[in-house]
Structures are given as C-alpha cells and as structure tokens.
C-alpha cells in the first residue's frame, strides 16, 4: 500500500521523503534509526518486518485470488498455477535488485527515482510516465473485478441484478463510482493507517485459510467430493507462458515496500524480507488456489464463471456461508487494491512533476488536506474512462506490459550502478549473487512481454513512444543530480 498522505505542515516542502522543489535533488544520507535530507529534516525508522510484509501482502492479495482463477484456468487448465509460480519467480528475481536500490536511495517514486538516477533523464521520463499509466491500467482493472463482485453479491442475497443504463455495463458503472469515490477521499486526505491495513490483511487471510484449508482437504479425498479428473496441461505448454505474463498483475504490489524504505527500521535486513517474504506468500496462495479451483470444477466450467469463478468455487466447498465470505473479501481485495494503486500513481506523477519533466503546477499540493489534487485527479480521470471499457484482461495485460519493462529497467539500473559506482551510491542492502540475479530479472522480464497479446503490446509501445516523444518535447534540457550527467 502507498504512504499515508502527508499532513498538512508538509504540504509547501512536498510529500513526506518526495523529490526537492528543483530539479537538483539531494539523495540524502541513510542509517539504521533514520533518514536525514540534506536540509537536516528526520524521517523516523517506525516500519519492522511485519509491517513491510503486510504493505505487500495487502497490496498483492487481490486478483490473483479474487479475479484471475476462471480466466487463468480457462486458459492453461490446472497448469495456471505454474503460470503463478513462474510468476513469483520473475518478481523475486526483480525484488532483490529493487531492494538494493531502494536502500541507496529511499525516495518516493519508486522505480522511477531509481531509473531516473542510473539511466538518466529520458529513461526516468519514460518510466516515470509509462509507471503512472501503468497504474491507471492497474486501478481500472481492479476496479472492473470490484464491479462484478458488487453486482454477485446482491444477486446472492436475493436483489435484483441492476439495470444497465445505454452501453455501459452495470459492473462498469460501479466501478466508476468507486473509482471516483476512492479518488475523492484520497483527495480529501484518507489516511491509510498501518494497523487499519494489519486489519483488513487479518480478515482476508482468516478468510483464505478456512476456504484453502477446506478446500486442499477436500482435494485429497479427506473428505467431500472427488476432484475434477484433468490432464494438467490439457491446452499444452505454450498457454501457460501467455497466461503468466497476464497474471503477473497479480503481483505488482511487491514493488510498493519501497516506497516506505526511508521508514523501514534495519532496511538492510528488512526491506529485503519484506519484499521476497511477501512474494513468496502471496505467490503460494496464488498456487493453492488455482489448485483448489482446478479440484473442484473443469478448466472450461471455471472459464466460463468468469471474475467471480472462485465464489462457486467457495460455494462448491462450504455452501452459501461460504461463497458470501469469499464475496466479502473479494470486496475489501479488490477496493484495497485499486486504492493503493491510486494513490501510488499519483505519488509517481508527483516525483516526476517535481524534478519538471511533465509541468509542475502537477505537484501542487493542496493546502487544506496536504494531498497532491492534480496528481490525484490525473489518475481518476482516465482510470474511470478504462473503467468504462470493462476489457479485463487488456487492462490487466497493458498493466503488466508497463511494470515489465519498469522492472527489467530496475534490473538494468543495478548493474549500471553497480560498474559505474559512483560516490553517492552506498547501499545497506547489496544483492547476492550478482551479477547473475540482476541479468535473470531483466531478461525475465522483457521475455514475458513476447507472450503477452499483441494488442497489449501495441498499446504498452504507444504509451512509451509517446512518453519519450514528450522527453524531446517538454523536458530534454532537465537535469537531476545525482544522474549521470552529474557524475
């Protein structure tokens, strides 16, 4: 999950650790205990482990339980859940580079300050851009899943379905007014609390234990049905790689523990854990459920449930009880989800307004509720727009095709880095088994892009193309220091 917005006090120096009002930006120096910026401001170290994990973890814990299994399934059979595995692996390979950086240079934007820095301008300009629209992708994804679950449960408890009004769907039209809500209240200065986020986490995985457990017991013959009898692979090898590269939305969220690694407590340790810890949970379940799923209907019977295949999934196992406690956390999954990504695209517009690569009246910040308004309604807009659309998997693949290419750039950055070694680079945390780990990361990444659909890819290119055409229009004479114009 995103920082909590700052609060009022901070609103003329900018967003908690954001980038300084010029273009010339101080990296700061970093201990154990706290962050200090060259004009002698304090961050706090208040962040352990287990608050790292549960940002993740919260962040993560959404389509790929509450969305993806009937797609996945309808595409690769019960072998979707080595589309999750491979996945994960591509994340881990990414989390450790991103967690070294991230300990040089705890800085909001993520991805973007760390590309911005390594590769220069015109690389953070293109990242910085394509990870805002990336997001937006992201959000009106989520969105979209949070739509189709509203509408199944007041068809479950009795309700009729809601009218569709002209050509836009009912689960589009809920989707755009949560869409718009969540944007208000960020707006308006919500404040996503630590132990609010250790609440809801709590309630989802209570929730995914009993129905996981129910269900691995039943799969084993312990009691219930017997599974679904099915080839594995019954679509053959080739669907499983494509199916990877969509449902590696599933796990963007990992890269949001950096955003807080100034507030992180023994980062070089921590930050770490916490992003491989929370990989590897969240990619675990991810696993269990497409196996669960696959036990208790046909590949074609879950593809053709559609978004909400895993509430007759939870039906199958525990009856009405529990398909309404799947709809339930279905809803704080994908509300929390499309929240944290709305308040993290605006927080990497934001950085790159304040080093002035788009106009920085973007950066504005509002006085009265301390937020970034204008960053903030740059993300509403066009996410209530993709929102309307109701295209699901483009959504999510144009997502994943953005991140992608943002985390084998991270990859890239660290060995950049690494061989040049410039002064102000001093990590606490440094990647074991380089320069193996970084290369993998990297060619992971940009090798899921090949199976994605080509008009994912079509539209991922536009968005790049155009960003770079905006670095020679708007910002090409900018300067960061800390780049390597300044080295």
């Known amino acids: 999950m995103a920082d909590p917005p700052p609060s009022v006090d901070d609103a003329e120096a900018g967003l908690d650790t954001a980038v300084n009002p010029d273009p ?46 009937g797609l996945a399934a309808g595409n690769a059979g019960p072998a979707a859940s080595a589309s999750f595995a491979i996945g994960a692996v591509v994340a881990l390979l990414v989390a450790l580079p991103t967690s070294e950086l991230a300990t040089a240079m705890p800085k909001s934007g993520g991805g973007y300050y760390f590309i911005s820095r390594g590769l220069g301008a015109l690389f953070g300009a293109i990242v ?96 219930g049905a017997e599974s679904t009898p099915e080839t594995y692979a019954p679509f053959g090898v080739a669907p499983i790689l494509s199916t990877a590269a969509l449902v590696f939305t599933s796990y963007l969220g990992f890269a949001q523990i950096a955003t807080v690694a100034g507030e992180m407590k023994d980062p070089s340790r921590n930050l770490p854990l916490a992003m491989v810890g929370s990989v590897v949970v969240v990619g675990a379940l991810y696993v269990i459920t497409i196996l669960v799923a696959t036990s208790a209907f046909s590949s074609n019977e879950l593809g053709s449930f559609g ?37 993290s695209a605006s927080r990497a517009l934001y950085a790159v307004s304040r080093d002035r690569l788009v106009p920085q009246s973007v950066s504005k910040v509002n006085l009265k509720y301390g937020t970034p308004h204008i960053s903030l309604a740059l993300v509403g807009g066009p996410t209530v727009f993709l929102v309307s659309t109701g295209q699901t998997e483009l ?13 084998g750039l991270i990859c890239i950055t660290l060995i950049a880095l690494r061989q040049r070694s410039p002064d102000w680079y001093d990590p606490s945390f440094r990647v074991p088994g380089y320069p193996v780990v970084p290369i993998l990361g990297a060619g992971a990444s940009f090798a899921m892009i090949a199976f994605m659909q080509p008009t994912s890819r079509i539209i991922g290119l536009f968005v790049m193309v155009a960003a770079a055409g905006w670095y020679f229009f708007y910002a090409r004479d900018v300067t960061l220091k800390g780049g390597p114009q300044n080295e």
């Open 24 to 69: 010339e930006v101080d990296l700061g120096k970093t201990t154990d205990t706290s962050t200090v910026t060259s004009e002698g401001s304090e961050l706090e170290r208040t962040i352990g482990l287990p608050g790292g994990l549960t940002i993740g973890i919260g962040t993560m814990i959404g389509a790929g339980i509450f969305v993806f299994p």
């Open 128 to 223: 910085g851009l394509s990870l805002w629209l990336g997001l937006v992708f992201a959000t009106a994804f989520y969105l979209v899943g949070f739509g189709e679950y509203a509408v199944a449960v007041l068809v479950e408890i009795g309700l009729p379905r809601p009218p569709t009004f002209g050509p836009v769907s009912t689960v589009a039209i809920l989707g755009i007014v949560f869409g718009v809500a969540l944007t208000a209240l960020s707006v308006f200065g919500t404040e996503n609390t630590t132990k609010l986020q250790n609440a809801i986490v709590s309630l989802l995985l209570g929730i995914l234990v009993v129905f996981l457990g129910a269900g691995i017991l039943d799969a084993l013959g312990i009691f």
């Open 307 to 343: 978004e909400t295949a895993i509430v007759e999934v939870a039906r199958s196992y525990l009856g009405f009880g529990g398909a309404v406690a799947i709809l339930i956390a279905g809803l704080l999954a994908t509300v929390s989800s499309a929240n944290a990504s709305i308040l």
């Open 395 to 407: 959504l999510a693949e144009v997502a994943s095709f953005l991140h992608l290419i943002m985390y």
